[in-house]
Structures are given as structure tokens and as C-alpha cells.
């Protein structure tokens, strides 16, 4: 931090505590933006010249670019991301599988091996985690009213698992059941993330699909941490 004395910093200087301001000058520590300009404007100078390590933080079109490498493409629905997306995305993942959705039975309707192929990732050394909305809970009553499907939300969901019962004793998958109201399906294939949101009142099918992928250029971004998604009940086998 440069030193610069002004008239204007006396009135600033009365809401700051010295001790603050020792630690900008001695330790090198940058304060948070809304107090930089109000050190600025109390000095009459630029934030730059107070803090020259400003000059090496990205600029608003640099943070929109960072932003953007991570937008890969939306999709106007569901059906419209191609059969052989989510079949490239599980059968070339390395690291991380994870699925947070309500029912989710077009996954088998996609790809009717997508339980085989989940146990060949999981012996690879692949971490599978899925999760479903629990067909008892007040969450899927919820859900079925807001979609008007008529008590038929929580059937749904049982036949979707049943796809997905041979995968309990496998090593490295993990099934749970969540009671919560999720309005966006995740799919995540190690830093890729499909997103579809729930638009209430509308099925996921209807909705767009976000298809992101983590970019170290983003700012400040990691990889996309699905660990609170498996916290609930084992389903029964």
C-alpha cells in the first residue's frame, strides 16, 4: 500500500480502526472493495495507486470470459441433449459420478445398460453417488401436485430404482434417498455438470439443460461439490 495524505481522510479515519490500518500497511493485506473507495475517494486517488496489486486482478471482461468458458451450451429441453452426450459423459468419466434428480427414469430410457455401465465405472475407480427423492415423503407429494400427475410422481420413482438395485453391494456406488424439494436435476460426469432447473408447475423434461463445464480460468471456481447430495436413508433392496 502506498502512503498519501489528504484533508479528507480525517472524516474517514474516524469510522476505521487504527489496528485496520496498520494491517494494510504492514501486512499487506488489500481491504474488501466498498472500503478501497471509500480510502480512494477520502485521498482524492486511485484504488492503483494505494494498492498496485489491483493491477494483477482480472478485469470485468476477463471475469464475463472466465464465466463464459464454462457455458458449453443450452439445450431448450431435455430431450433435445443428444443420446450420445450422456453416453460419452458416463462411459469417459474418471473420477466422479453423481446424480441428484426427483424420478429420473429417462436416464434407463436413454441408455437401458446405464446400470452395468455405472458398476464398470465404479470398478474403474470411479466414485458413483445417486440420489433420489424419497417416494414417501412429503417432498414428492409436493412435487406431484405442483406437476398434476395425480399420486403418480411416487410410482414413478420406485420403478426408477428398481433399474438401479443390482448397483447396492457394488464397491464404490452409494444410493440414497433424499425429502427434500429439489428444483434442479444435477448430473455431474468429473467437472462436467448437466443442470436441468424445475420451472414450477413443469416437468424437468419441459425445462432447459445447462450443460457447464469447470474451467480453471474461471475465477475463484472448483469443481462442483456433490457430497451433500448422498446424505439421507439407503433405499431397501
Not at 104 to 133: H, Q, S, Y
Request: charged share 25%; with cysteine; net charge neutral.
Amino acid at each position: 500500500m502506498s502512503v498519501h495524505t489528504n484533508r479528507g481522510l480525517p472524516s474517514f479515519a474516524s469510522t476505521v480502526a487504527a489496528e485496520t490500518v496498520e494491517r494494510w500497511i504492514n501486512s499487506g493485506r488489500t481491504p474488501h472493495r466498498e472500503t478501497r473507495w471509500l480510502v480512494a475517494q477520502a485521498l482524492d486517488v486511485d484504488e492503483v495507486y494505494l494498492w498496485p496489486e489491483l493491477l494483477d486482478e482480472p478485469t470485468a471482461e476477463q471475469r464475463v470470459e472466465a464465466v463464459e468458458s464454462e457455458l458449453v451450451r443450452v439445450y431448450p429441453d431435455r430431450s433435445s441433449v443428444p443420446r450420445d452426450t450422456w453416453l460419452q459423459l458416463l462411459g469417459t468419466a474418471t473420477r466422479n459420478i453423481d446424480v441428484l434428480v426427483f424420478a429420473g427414469t429417462f436416464l434407463a430410457n436413454v441408455n437401458p445398460r446405464i446400470a452395468d455401465m455405472l458398476a464398470e465405472r465404479a470398478a474403474a475407480g470411479v466414485i458413483v453417488r445417486l440420489c433420489w427423492a424419497d417416494p414417501t415423503s412429503e417432498a414428492v407429494d409436493i412435487r406431484d401436485r405442483e406437476e398434476g400427475l395425480r399420486g403418480t410422481l411416487a410410482h414413478k420413482i420406485r420403478a426408477a430404482l428398481t433399474y438401479y438395485r443390482p448397483l447396492i453391494p457394488v464397491a464404490g456406488c452409494e444410493i440414497r434417498l433424499h425429502r427434500v424439494g429439489v428444483y434442479a436435476s444435477l448430473f455431474r460426469f468429473d467437472d462436467v455438470l448437466l443442470v436441468n432447473p424445475h420451472i414450477w408447475g413443469a416437468p424437468g423434461s419441459a425445462n432447459p439443460v445447462l450443460h457447464l463445464r469447470h474451467s480453471k480460468a474461471a475465477l475463484g471456481s472448483t469443481p462442483t461439490d456433490a457430497a451433500s447430495m448422498t446424505s439421507g436413508k439407503q433405499p431397501s433392496r
